[in-house]
């Protein structure tokens, strides 16, 4: 029922994705233009993962001039101006790294285990997922608030908490959303779309990426209110 050029379609988004991916972590690891904020050092490889090369735009744009090996190449001390936007966008890519990397390992686990809730494989995908990223997410932002701020362990996971559950709930909505409009409009049953076919990771992908802009609102809000650190 997958139509063979969306297949190809889907194979060259998921190369380009993991691509830009490899290309960032390689420029962060062996070139050496480590982060100050070492969890970026994660999140921006795994932005590359959806966002593909967009993902490699702004890493070179807001990534790697926070190296402290880039600024001493160029006899740059401290950080660099930057777009009032960019603060939110790098926050938004923190939180979404969670929950990516919280919905590929839930969508797998339920896919092997084939659980279901109420006899729809989606809804366990929604919790697993969920729970997941929640799970990822809060640990992303502690290792950033908790170094930025010097908090003990258990103040850093409240934090990280407050910071975040708003965050990813806002990306995880975009990306639901999504995921019902496919599994019940585009390939309704008896035709659902698995984890074993690169179109089902392409629409992932592009579930995503609608996470991301559902997200963007909440952590303006949370930035400017001081509840969750800019990137």
């Known amino acids: 029922m997958i139509p063979s050029w969306l297949t190809w379609l ?7 994705g993991l691509l830009s991916a490899a290309e960032i972590a390689v420029d962060i690891s062996v070139r050496g233009y480590r982060q100050p904020m070492r969890i970026m050092e994660a999140v921006w490889p ?6 593909g090369p967009a993902a490699s735009w702004a890493y070179r744009s807001f990534g790697r001039p926070k190296s402290p090996q880039w600024q001493h190449e160029r006899g740059l ?9 960019a603060p939110v966008a790098l926050g938004v890519t923190h ?28 809804y366990a995908e929604y919790a697993g997922d969920y729970l997941a990223a929640l799970g990822l997410g809060i640990a992303f932002q ?3 608030i908790a170094s930025m701020r010097n908090l003990s362990v258990r103040a850093g996971l409240s934090t990280a ?38 179109t089902y990771w392409f629409l992932m992908q ?13 952590n303006v809000w949370l930035i400017r209110r001081g509840i969750k650190e800019g990137m």
Do not use: N
């Open 10 to 16: 889907s194979t060259a988004m998921l190369v380009v």
């Open 46 to 51: 795994v932005t590359g993962l959806y966002f």
């Open 77 to 85: 001390r401290g950080p660099q101006p930057e777009p009032d936007w």
């Open 95 to 122: 939180c979404g790294a969670g929950c990516t990397l919280g919905d590929i390992i839930a969508e797998f686990a339920v896919f092997g285990v084939g659980a279901t809730v109420a006899g729809e494989p989606l």
């Open 142 to 144: 502690y290792l950033a």
């Open 161 to 198: 908490a407050k910071a975040d559950v708003l965050s990813l709930t806002s990306f995880e909505v975009g990306l639901f959303d999504w995921m019902g409009l496919v599994y019940f409009v585009l390939w309704p049953a008896p035709h659902h779309l698995t984890p074993s076919a690169p």
């Open 206 to 218: 592009v579930g995503m990426v609608i996470g991301y802009f559902t997200a963007w609102p909440t």
